[in-house]
């Protein structure tokens, strides 16, 4: 496609539950990154890939996250046993090695 | 540590006010710097990179000139349509295109 396409738009789960989000990048684009935006403009960089391999995790927290991209299939962002803290706006980004454009965010909500 | 300022944290501006947005930047070897659009409720929207030292790159009423330690994005006689954040973000050399972001700078011009 045209533009990185999240889903869902909204997600709200309760404590301990797990949160899985996905994303489809721009058709061509190699890499895929995620962020998580916590407070207001505050971005953190979360693990970006390169076509379906891991290029770069160390801003994932070890425990709870994970992520893949596969081939033919959106990419993921799962967190196991939600906490409160992981409250945040996800986005992900692509890029065929520059710009990166992103897509319209995962608002997750732990309650 | 590679680290990205913004100022002002926000910025009221009369329509046609003209202004300036600063991003000061501390990076281990510059690939690049960013700068981004975004509203609220959405994702970032691409505006600007910057390669090298004196490089300027203009659109509409923006323009974003780079010098060795920071950036500026020049709004000349803005409209209401150009409130919003604007983000700056840098990539370093060897990093793998992540982006470390700054903090945003909030703009509301009024009517």
């Known amino acids: 496609g045209e533009e990185v396409a999240q889903t869902p738009k909204h997600l709200v789960r309760g404590e301990g539950q797990k949160a899985k989000l996905y994303c489809a990048p721009i058709k061509g684009h190699s890499y895929v990154f995620w962020y998580q935006q916590v407070l207001k403009n505050e971005f953190k960089f979360l693990i970006s890939?390169?076509?379906?391999?891991?290029?770069?995790e160390t801003g994932m927290p070890k425990e709870r996250f994970s992520a893949k991209c596969l081939p033919n299939s959106p990419c993921s962002l799962e967190i196991q046993a939600t906490k409160l803290e992981d409250s945040a706006v996800y986005f992900c980004?692509?890029?065929?090695?520059?710009?990166?454009?992103f897509g319209q965010g995962t608002r997750l909500t732990v309650v | 540590e590679d680290q990205v300022t913004q100022s002002p944290e926000a910025l009221r501006l009369q329509e046609g006010e003209s202004s300036s947005l600063n991003c000061s930047y501390t990076?281990?070897?510059?690939?690049?710097l960013f700068w981004y659009r975004q509203d609220p409720g959405k994702g970032p929207e691409f505006l600007f990179t910057?390669?090298?030292a004196g490089e300027e790159k203009e659109k509409e009423r923006l323009k974003a000139t780079l010098t060795k330690k920071e950036s500026f994005l020049h709004i000349t006689a803005p409209k209401p349509e150009d409130s919003a954040t604007y983000l700056c973000?840098?990539?370093?050399?060897?990093?793998?295109?992540?982006?470390?972001f700054g903090q945003g700078t909030e703009l509301s011009v009024k009517p």
């Open positions: 980004a692509s890029s065929q090695g520059s710009e990166a454009f």
């Open positions: 890939f390169q076509n379906e391999n891991v290029f770069d």
């Open positions: 910057l390669y090298s």
């Open positions: 973000a840098v990539q370093a050399r060897n990093q793998g295109g992540k982006l470390i």
């Open positions: 990076v281990s070897g510059l690939r690049g």
